[in-house]
DNA sequence: CGGCATCCCACTAGATACTG
DNA sequence: CAGTATCTAGTGGGATGCCG
């Protein structure tokens, strides 16, 4: 892979699918298998049903996801991961692997008080 | 790797860094070795001076660069992926493979006036 | 159960002008 | 050159209540 200028517009598009809340908390959820509205909200919690609605609603146009609608009382719905959804798996495994080599040194906003001196050469 | 439960919160660390507005665009620009103020504000047209202040600093804190002061008139400061920042690059580099896999497929706004009809079973 | 409609607020980031 | 200061606008997301 070449890392040139070409580079950041292309990779643009699957950042409008990222790039909000809940969005990558929620992919994770597709991908452990739970599918169903309520499931996904009590997993997600304390996101508002609002906010997981727009959610969906954007993987769905974005064609990442399928909504399938069973008809009866009460009503049930499950999403499921297109190969295109499924496809984004390596992308969070990189995330995964990156965290367990280099979280740990992660600075958090209460270390913030021992500020690092900036280096002046 | 496992995407049982314990997954997404090992990973909620990385979306910090990762989930605000030309982040990602500037940890590829800082891949491409454009170390400099000016430089960057450049490439990121028409981001404003003070978001990528903002950004860079958060990349600071969190050790991803590192920041030079060279002292002298006109001023000269650069910027510098640490080994947690090169080690972000698989996750591009996954994002890279995504996009030239399923990109094409990727519906854009202007698609929406064909809206898919949901499925019934 | 699985939503949508409405209202509202907090926060983000852009514009602009100025400085060491 | 590399920022800071200030102000403002826009938007994302939360709360709440109703509906098929």
Request: proline share 7%.
């Given at each position: 892979m070449e890392m040139d200028q070409s580079c950041p517009g292309k990779v643009e598009p699957i950042l409008e699918i990222l790039d909000s809340k809940w969005m990558i908390l929620l992919l994770f959820e597709l991908f452990?298998?739970?599918?169903?509205f309520g499931?996904?909200?009590r997993r997600l919690?304390?996101?508002?049903?609002?906010t997981l609605t727009d959610r969906l609603r954007l993987l769905e146009e974005k064609g990442l996801?399928?909504?399938t609608l069973y008809p009866g009382v009460p009503l049930?719905?499950?999403y499921d991961l297109t190969a295109a959804g499924?496809?984004?798996?390596p992308?969070?495994?990189a995330m995964w692997t990156w965290t367990q080599e280099y979280g740990a040194y992660l600075r958090k906003d209460s270390d913030k008080a021992e500020e690092e001196g900036e280096k002046v050469m």
């Open positions: 452990n298998g739970n599918r169903r499931e996904l909200r919690h304390p996101i508002s049903p609002k996801v399928t909504r049930h719905v499950e499924k496809g984004l798996q992308i969070f495994a």
